[in-house]
């Protein structure tokens, strides 16, 4: 696939990453069909410009329909169902749908995806975490982030499958938002409770940028993070300060491990935000 206009199929289109990836795909010139699951988001969807289409990705003649509709080039994968904590609902998703996903590409001679995946499931470790760097296991040497790597696997079977190991997400819409975001409300009660306590941040719109580079990436995984590794020992009392609280609990439910950008800036990928510290000093002023 050369330069030039691609019919691009986005996956879950509507999240606060896929809604802004169709923004941009669409602004850049590409024909773009952008799937969700709700009939009532379809609106916005055609407003930017893309093509809707009603997909449930547990189900595989949905995700078939989709593609033989769209006859994408590639297929970008951002399907998730955190909206309401549904932390299960969305390992079911990274697997079932995923595979759905996959299995509908190869049918329709789509060799090309790229996926989200997450950049805060290394093996524990001081040192940044490169992407030859296993993934976390559990005591009994299963896969601590199982959901995780069945996705990836599947991803990286086709030809130029691209997986995006993308940091914490902090930026308008998500869960790091004064408005509305879930983990801002709890800071502002003087709570945090991190994921893992090593932690990579990057701002929505610089995974956003990354996203679209990537559609000239070759097959792999990359890190897309900030340059600014941390701790919640320094972020979280960081968060609840411009939130308006007071410490009261900082907590973390894994060690895990910060990770390293330096393959996505090889491919030509900076963040425009390299500091969350810098960044939220501005973001929540």
Known sequence: MGGGAWSVLVAGGTGVLGARIVDRLVRAGHDVFATTRRPERTASIEACGATALLMDALVPADVTRAVETSRPDLIIHELTDLAEFDFGGNARLRVEGTANLVAAARAGGVDHMIAQSIAWAYEP?????????????????????????????????????????????????????????????????????????????????????????????????VNIVDDAATHVDEWGPALVAVAGGAVSSISARAEGRAASNARARSLGWKPRHPSWRESWSQYYE
């Not at 997986?163 to 308008?172: E, I």
């Not at 509305?180 to 941040?201: D, I, K, L």
């Open 125 to 221: 470790g001081e040192d940044l975490a490169d992407e030859t760097v296993p993934l976390a296991r559990a005591e009994d040497g299963s896969p601590a982030f199982g959901s995780v790597e069945s996705l990836e696997e599947a991803v990286l079977s086709l030809g130029r499958g691209v997986v995006l190991r993308y940091g914490m997400l902090y930026g308008p819409g998500t869960w790091y938002s004064p408005k509305g975001g879930a983990y801002y409300r709890r800071a502002r009660e003087g709570e945090v409770v991190a994921t893992t306590a090593w932690t990579s941040f990057v701002h929505v719109e610089d995974a956003t940028d990354a996203t679209v580079a990537a559609l000239t990436w070759p097959r792999g995984v």
